[in-house]
């Protein structure tokens, strides 16, 4: 039986992360904005509205969802790059796909974000220096400190995750 809810797996890396695994991260992170572009084009508004799962998100929920968890990746890693280990503030990401902009805004205001924010966001990390990747921030709800390189396979998986929601789903549904 497919897994719905990690269409793609879960993450997972080598301990030791090459430069060149690091380089194909960075170029996802370049490439997440126009693949959920690429996944939602042609969608109705009632595909929009229809959950990528029993019990999950809807595809418009996933669209919003992907800028909001990046904007706080953007800023984790900006934390990392001027403090030493910082503590990362979590929040509740299904709390936050139940407020009025995830349903209210089109989905393009958050295309847009998204495009520019994955434009900084790679412009910075193909300019950081090898050591600039070894740098932590601590995430208070594991005690554990992440690495930024690993941090951008993290959001790497993440978009390739949520792209993958909607085109399996697009894929069971013929769309």
Known sequence: MENFQYP???FEHNEKISIEQR??????????PRELRSAI?????????TPY?????????????????HMNGY???????????PV???YLEDRWAQLDDYRETPVEVSLALLDSLHQRWTTLLSNLQDAQFLLTFTNPESSEAVSLETAVGLY??????HVAHITSLRERMGW
């Open 88 to 90: 990362i503030k979590p």
């Open 23 to 32: 380089n194909q991260w960075i170029q996802q992170i370049a490439e997440t």
């Open 8 to 10: 793609i797996g879960k």
């Open 75 to 85: 800023v984790r890693f900006k934390l990392a790059l001027t403090e030493e280990n």
């Open 41 to 49: 084009e042609g969608l109705s508004v009632e595909q929009m509205d």
């Open 156 to 161: 790497a998986w993440h978009g390739r995750h």
């Open 53 to 69: 799962r029993l019990g999950g998100w809807t595809v418009r929920q996933v669209v919003h969802h992907v800028p909001d968890s």
